[in-house]
């Protein structure tokens, strides 16, 4: 198929479902005389007709193949033992699938061996299923799931070996309108080739739900993209969903962003009041032309409602269509891609990107209470906030004592998913326990990180975890952690991230632009010498690793450095932001961060600037006590609630332009409807105050954003 691909755009056939409705099959029918006896009616389990009436099915695939198609399908699209219980045939899965691999390889060698120079291939057909792993049937109770990532890759797995063994050249996983479902199969898909010893292609083909180009599950189109990257594909593409004309903004997004081949195979229009499909072949061949000359694909054909003579229309106009070329994957290969509902793309050259922290049982005393108490839907809210206030991956976390971190994960992420406005980010699976983070693994649809691993349990177990992150899609989380022990020194964190590259990069199969190292954010000011230098190290470290690991990310857990003075925010808060300001410009690419609590660099004041630059950057030998002594002058005088007061009403003294342009660069809205009530009088139009001192502290705010001064948290709230 790929060399074919490489000289011409190839067709598959079209519906299998439409053609065996013109057979006007009843009960008797499809049962034949094996299943006669039935308890479950079987009218409607069209997979079932390749044991009753293998004649009918057959013949359809030879009718496609008469009409030009280079891929026939497999009528197996419910063939799995999740959708077969409807009718009681889950025990006749394997031998359904094997039949039906049976009679499209049948016909398509008997077409191949009548026109050699235009060879057929068969592709097996794995639908959906009926059950969704991310979504709950139960209104009532988000958590719930009908089906799980392991119940959905033990059934897909049953269907595809039988499809190998049955001669399939490509896998076909279609209609996906979940995908955590593809992953699973996906997952399945390369057990089954390693357990059958032999590699086929694979195809994908995700449905859109409605003109706002989502899945069923949420996802948009870029995000589906990047949370099937890791799979090893031959196409990617769109079918059913509705007609070709209005698929068609969709397939130019995949085809923009997508380094594969490029499928598409619509509907005939959409279905009329009948349940019927209207568009002719000359309607449907006119709206796939338009593809065509526009180079949007590689394989076409058609879904529901389509016929042969559908197909045969697609056949004549490839034979003088011009070959689209696939992207360059090495064009994008420095950008990490990580999604939830939408995308996250983080380049070499992105802003800092803000991991909330707070849904952590270990760092935040509230969330552990709710956990605890089994308030999810109060958990939430947290998470919710951390959205808000500007994160835009969110780490979660259950390892405590106390808990089944196993449950609590999966718990936690399913009630996640129920949320969109939560669940728009890309999740951060967080724990030091493998079955935790796997648990975790299998209720994301999105592309993940994983935080974390390392190498303290030496090579093997490090490579196997690493390989097993990459089957699951997500990116990773590396410590600078080995069987020796965890590096605090600059010489240590270089080694370990050195060899970790090398191992995820020429043993695991792990692309460069999925690792993220964590050097370790150690704590600084606490009286021990050789602890004085952790900041700088770090620093030093991130320099050093994007100077040498092409692609890698750094990230780390920004609190900790502060943890000699926690219960005083300010001294903590100031710290956070000197610390990210100087590692942002080392090339700090992301840091898990209360994203509410982080102070504007320009506006620390500036002793206490030059006292916490003292500590980060190691400045002088006295520094730790001169903090220890400044921060418990700052912690009295925060006390003092009047002094307090009075320093924060001072900027209401300033000019109108002056009020407005702090309150934008401080998020502060409670005087906006009192200063805005003011502009009206001072200016001719609500236009003139935007554009004039409402764009002036917006040009303040991009300005120290774009220097590191600033972190999109201010930003949400300005």
Known sequence: MIHLLQHRILVLDGAMGTMIQQ???????????????????????????????????????????????????????????VSMEDYGMQAH???????????????????????????????????PTNKTASLSPDVNNPAFRAITFDQLVVAYKEQMLALIEGGVDALLIETI???LNAKAAIFAAHE???????????????????????????????????????????????????????????????AKYS??????????????????????PEIMAAQVQEFIDEGLVNIVGGCCGTTPEHIAAFAQMVKFADLRTPNDKQKDEGTL??????????????????????????????????????????????????????????????????????????????????????????????????????????????????????????????IEKAKKIRAYGAAVVVMAFDEVGQADTLARRIEICERSYKLLTEKAGFPPSD????????????????????????????????????????????????????????????????????AIRAGLDMGIVNAGMLQIYEEIPKELLEYVEDIVLNRRPDATERMITYAEKIKSEASGEGAKGKKEDEWRTRDLQGRLEYALVKGISDYLEEDLTEALQQYNTALDIIERPLMSGMNTVGELFGAGKMFLPQVVKT
């Not at 039949?99 to 061996?113: F, G, I």
């Not at 993209?225 to 903004?249: M, R, T």
């Not at 996250?344 to 005393?365: M, P, Q, Y």
């Not at 990310?553 to 990210?580: K, M, Q």
């Open 23 to 81: 057979y006007k099959l009843k009960e008797a029918d499809c049962r034949g005389s094996r299943f006669a006896e039935t308890a479950i009616p079987q009218k409607g389990n069209n997979d079932l007709l390749v044991l009753t009436q293998p004649e009918i099915i057959y013949n359809i695939h030879c009718q496609y193949l008469e009409a030009g198609a280079d891929i026939i399908e497999t009528n197996t699209f419910n063939a799995q033992s």
């Open 93 to 127: 899965v394997r031998e359904i699938n094997l039949e039906a691999a049976r009679l499209a390889r049948k016909a398509a060698d008997v077409y191949t061996a009548k026109t050699p120079d235009k060879p057929r291939f068969v592709a097996g057909s794995v639908g």
């Open 177 to 179: 309108f979940d995908t």
């Open 192 to 254: 089954a080739m390693e357990e059958a010893g032999k590699k086929v292609e694979l195809m994908i083909s995700v449905t859109v739900t409605d003109k706002s180009g989502r899945t069923l599950s949420g996802q948009t189109i870029r995000a589906f993209l990047a949370s099937v990257e890791h799979a090893d594909i031959l196409s990617i593409g769109l079918n059913c969903s509705f007609g070709a004309k209005d698929l068609k903004p969709y397939l130019q997004e995949i």
């Open 259 to 280: 380094p594969h081949y490029i499928s598409i195979y619509p509907n005939a229009g959409l279905p009329n009041q009948f349940g019927e499909y209207d568009e002719s």
């Open 337 to 462: 891609y990580l999604s939830g509902l939408e995308l996250l793309a983080i380049k070499e050259d992105s802003l800092f990107v803000n991991i909330g922290e707070r849904c952590n049982v270990a760092g935040s005393r509230k969330f552990l209470r709710l956990i605890n108490e089994k308030k999810y839907e109060e958990a939430l809210s947290i998470a919710r906030q951390q959205v808000s206030d500007g994160a835009q991956i969110l780490d979660i976390n259950m390892d405590d004592a106390m808990l089944d971190a196993v449950q609590e994960m999966t718990t936690f992420l399913n009630y996640v998913v129920s949320e969109p406005e939560i669940s728009k980010v890309p999740i951060m699976i967080d724990s030091s326990k493998w079955e935790v983070i796997e648990a975790g693994l299998k209720c994301v649809q999105g592309k993940c990180v994983v935080n974390s691993i390392s190498l303290k349990e030496g090579e093997s177990d490090f």
């Open 515 to 582: 690792i993220i190292f964590d050097p370790n954010v150690l704590p600084i000011a606490t009286g021990m010498e050789e602890h004085n230098n952790y900041a700088v190290d770090f620093i030093e470290t991130i320099r050093w690793i994007k100077s040498n690991l092409p692609f890698a990310r750094v990230s780390g857990g920004i609190s900790n450095l502060s943890f000699s003075f926690r219960g005083n925010n300010i001294v903590r808060e100031a710290i956070h932001s000197v610390f990210l300001y100087h």
